[in-house]
């Protein structure tokens, strides 16, 4: 069994920076795929970003390309995300997830471990 821990939300200004982490525990997750969706009030679950399990593929939804950054330390089962000039819409709670395969998937389906979110607030 896998547990997430999501790490690095916040309230800030919109334009600031922040890095969000996640840290997995239980067994390695190194081989696996990884994604950060994210849920805004009132709003169905959106993908964020998504990277493989050796970290050499990301993928970004649209609205946070250029912006969002994901990458994975293997040798420390962590993930992170950095989010730059952040924006009033960019508030949710994020959630970070692993797949069972290891290639970069955007679907949240194909998602099977879930940490339990970080609230990022961005005020304008």
């Known amino acids: 069994q896998v547990q997430l821990v999501e790490s690095g939300g916040g309230l800030v200004q919109a334009g600031v920076s922040l890095r969000l982490s996640c840290a997995a525990s239980g067994r390695t997750c190194s081989s696996n795929g990884m994604g950060w969706f994210r849920q805004a009030p009132g709003k169905e679950g959106e993908f964020v970003a998504a990277?493989?399990?050796?970290?050499?593929?990301?993928y970004y939804a649209d609205s946070v390309k250029g912006r969002f950054t994901i990458y994975r330390d293997n040798a420390k089962n962590m993930a992170y995300l950095q989010m730059r000039r952040l924006k009033p819409e960019d508030t949710a709670v994020y959630y970070c997830?692993?797949?069972?395969?290891?290639?970069?998937?955007?679907?949240?389906?194909?998602?099977?471990?879930w940490g339990q979110g970080t609230q990022v607030t961005v005020s304008s």
């Open positions: 997830a692993y797949s069972e395969g290891g290639r970069l998937t955007w679907t949240m389906t194909s998602y099977y471990w």
């Open positions: 990277i493989s399990w050796g970290g050499s593929n990301t």
